[in-house]
Antibody, heavy 126, light 108 residues
């Protein structure tokens, strides 16, 4: 059974750095064409993709948040870590990690997130 | 702003068919994936690839694509289908990932 679980602080202060950990089980972070994405959702708002890292170490970041995000993985620990610097109250959200899959099935490419964690709520407040 | 555009809200009568659409340039080369999210819950993948359903997703959910538009169709909508639906793909450059703004489906 594939599972992902997010962990990290519930409350951070403005200007602090947020560190979130996604611990996966049921698959390996070295599996071909598999990765982990981070997604967030402010209260009452839409999903926003933040970053992903794939087994081949491909990393990608949201254009608007690129300067503040760093994603890394520890395959031996089955963990993916996301850091976000200079936190602001607008970053208050539920943060999800999800297993990402990508590839090609004629005639198009595909990208999807097939298993999600339950999410962790982060509040930014002094 | 999102590179994938969805109608904010759609309604359907119980048992009828509804189509939720997603528009974007990346959909000319990427299949959209579709997620269902109910209040207080994590999103759930309902359609991926050409028209694939993960295990456990009812066959009343189907996906299609034409040009720059992807569609999620629910044939015979049930009360439990009332939820927010999001589409997703890589962006036009293929370097990043985007979500649509979401469609709130109401089953009347």
């Amino acid at each position: 059974q594939v599972t992902l679980k997010e962990s990290g602080p519930v409350l951070v202060k403005p200007t602090e750095t947020l560190t979130l950990t996604c611990t996966v089980s049921g698959f390996s972070l070295s599996n071909a064409r598999m990765g982990v994405s981070w997604i967030r959702q402010p209260p009452g708002k839409a999903l926003e993709w933040l970053a992903h890292i794939f087994s081949n170490d491909e990393k990608s970041y949201s254009t608007s948040l690129k300067s503040r995000l760093t994603i890394s993985k520890d395959t031996s620990k089955s963990q993916v870590v996301l850091t976000m610097t200079n936190m602001d109250p607008v970053d208050t959200a539920t943060y999800y990690c999800a297993r990402a899959r990508d590839g090609y099935t004629d005639p198009y490419y595909y990208y999807y997130m097939d298993v999600w964690g339950k999410g962790t709520t982060v509040t930014v407040s002094s | 702003s999102s590179e994938l555009t969805q109608d904010p809200a759609v309604s359907v009568a119980l048992g009828q068919t509804v189509r939720i659409t997603c528009q974007g340039d990346s959909l000319r080369s990427y299949y959209a994936s579709w997620y269902q999210q109910k209040p207080g819950q994590a999103p759930v993948l309902v359609i991926y690839g050409k028209n694939n359903r993960p295990s456990g997703i009812p066959d009343r959910f189907s996906g299609s694509s034409s040009g720059n538009t992807a569609s999620l169709t629910i044939t015979g909508a049930q009360a439990e289908d009332e939820a927010d639906y999001y589409c997703n793909s890589r962006d036009s450059s293929g370097n990043r990932v985007v979500f649509g703004g979401g469609t709130k489906l109401t089953v009347l």
